[in-house]
């Protein structure tokens, strides 16, 4: 067997200097990966999905390449405004005051759905799932380091990040510190000395009925929201990792404040690579939770589409690229992967066993390319091109195809060759038996039985395609 994983070059897009980089780990064959997770006041839309999905590629293009990883992610349960900029109010709360439930069931609620949809999209669960509410004395101990380095002031109740204490301020996201003074914002928080400084704890309520609040040497209160991924990201991954993810829309503000407080705690690089995924849109432009009117995975389920298809659907795309949503293009994107698992269905039920001693030429030079492309910034979507070629090389021996397909899923997490909860599954003896009645009427030239049995697979909803390999068949969207 040809060992070339080791040895698999890696190079992704690192937003912290705007090219693509060589890959090359902290601790040798470790990768140590810190995700943004959601905030859990309502269910995450197909757009965070989106997300998601990209980081559990890496993380499986990391597994593939040989490289143990510890993957840990937050849930944001409390501190998190509906704007970025300490503007307006937790969005827990405003969830709870519109719910009529207290913030705490809200939380779970949402944090349990959140899993039941990644776990439907197979999304590989963090090693470390960690909320804020359960880190609030990790936060004030950063803090407190900000504080004695000379970080932070205290002004109106509550405790900023000064951001003129750190001249890198704003590096990431090309943030230009002069400019900031005069930044005019709708809602200037007077007691910011820059209009960029961030809250770490508040001490003095924006809210009333605030239930979600601690001791802290700077009274009872809260965290700010950027403070938890610093503190958490740091205790289960130490001061310098790897790599950091989240969404573009975390560049600027988020991403930008998080890199300011940890390495003005620290003194020291805190993250070497910075990967941001592309939004999904729709219609309306970008779909936000906030604007309340957005898709989730459940009404696709609804709708009869696998979540695998959603999956399938984000694959098309590159992750840095935006992405538009519509049902026509998910319709496409079942289509290919119902016909995509029929083939492999009938590879399957050929040849039984999968063949991975000993690749001829052929069968090596297709997983070349394929690493070549998912090597070179989780370009999936080639990986996805690369897969169909494999399945439609009528001269690579079948097993060999099964081994790659197999190697290959490892990456796309589609369950290509499993068949227990498929949908087509159930249907498939029926199918299959009438589609052997069909080959052996046509092999006897009786074609007039061979199109009544096309008719009453067309009335079952089912599509029949003659290839070389035989006859595949897929259920009608
Ligand atoms: P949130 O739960 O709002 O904190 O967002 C969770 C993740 O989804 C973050 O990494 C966001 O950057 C990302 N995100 C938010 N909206 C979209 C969108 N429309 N498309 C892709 N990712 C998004
Ligand atoms: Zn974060």
């Not at 757009?47 to 990209?54: A, D, M, P, V």
């Not at 405003?94 to 939380?107: D, L, M």
């Not at 809602?187 to 009333?208: A, G, H, M, R």
């Not at 995924?277 to 906030?290: A, C, H, P, R, V």
Request: with cysteine; net charge negative.
């Amino acid at each position: 067997m040809i060992h070339r994983k080791k040895l698999m070059l890696i190079q992704l897009y690192n937003t912290l200097n705007r090219q693509l980089e060589i890959f090359s780990p902290i601790v040798e064959n470790e990768v140590r990966i810190y995700t943004c997770g959601p905030t859990v006041y309502n269910y995450a839309h197909i757009g965070n999905l989106r997300t998601y999905i990209f980081e559990d590629i890496l993380r499986r293009i990391m597994n593939y390449a040989g490289y143990t990883v510890t993957h840990v992610m937050n849930v944001t349960d409390v501190g998190h405004l509906t704007g970025d900029d300490d503007e307006g109010e937790d969005k827990m709360l405003k969830s709870s005051r519109e719910s009529g439930r207290s913030v705490w069931e809200i939380a779970q609620y949402y944090t349990d759905a959140f899993f039941q949809d990644t776990d439907k999209l197979n999304i590989l669960r963090p090693h470390t799932a960690c909320r804020a509410t359960e880190h609030i004395q990790d936060m004030i101990n950063l803090i407190k380091k900000l504080e004695t380095n000379g970080h932070t002031y205290t002004a109106g109740g509550n405790v900023y990040f000064s951001i003129d204490t750190f001249p890198e301020y704003g590096k990431m996201a090309g943030l230009k510190l002069d400019d900031m003074q005069s930044g005019a914002r709708i809602e200037i928080d007077t007691s910011k000395k820059n209009p960029k400084d961030f809250v770490l704890w508040f001490t003095k309520s924006k809210f009333e009925n605030q239930v979600m609040i601690w001791d802290s040497p700077w009274g009872r209160g809260y965290p700010g929201w950027h403070i938890e991924c610093s503190a958490m990201s740091m205790k289960y991954l130490g001061p310098h990792f790897d790599i950091h993810c989240g969404g573009t829309d975390h560049i600027n503000v988020h991403h930008t404040n998080e890199i300011a407080q940890s390495e003005a705690a620290t003194g020291t690089k805190w993250v070497n690579f910075w990967l941001h995924g592309e939004f999904l849109i729709d219609d309306s432009g970008k779909m936000s939770k906030s604007k309340g009117d957005f898709l989730t995975l459940s009404y696709l389920i609804k709708k009869s589409y696998d979540p695998l298809d959603y999956r399938y659907f984000c694959m098309g795309a590159h992750y840095r690229s935006q992405l538009q949503f519509s049902f026509a293009a998910l319709d496409a994107a079942k289509n290919a992967r119902l016909n995509l698992k029929e083939r492999i269905r009938i590879l399957q039920d050929r040849c039984g066993s999968v063949q991975g001693d000993n690749l001829s030429k052929r069968a090596d030079d297709y997983v070349k390319l394929f690493e070549e492309h998912i090597g070179k910034d989780l370009n999936v979507s080639r990986g996805l091109a690369d897969l169909w070629q494999v399945i439609k090389d009528q001269l690579l021996p079948e097993q060999e195809k099964l081994y790659i397909i197999k190697q290959m899923d490892s990456v796309f997490g589609l369950s290509l060759l499993d068949f227990t909860n498929d949908d087509l599954n159930n249907d498939s003896k029926e199918v299959d038996s009438l589609i052997s009645e069909r080959t052996i009427a046509r092999k006897n030239r009786n074609f007039s039985r061979a199109d009544e049995i096309r008719d009453i697979l067309q009335a079952m909803g089912i599509d029949i395609k003659d290839t070389p390999e035989g006859t595949t068949w897929r259920k009608k969207v």
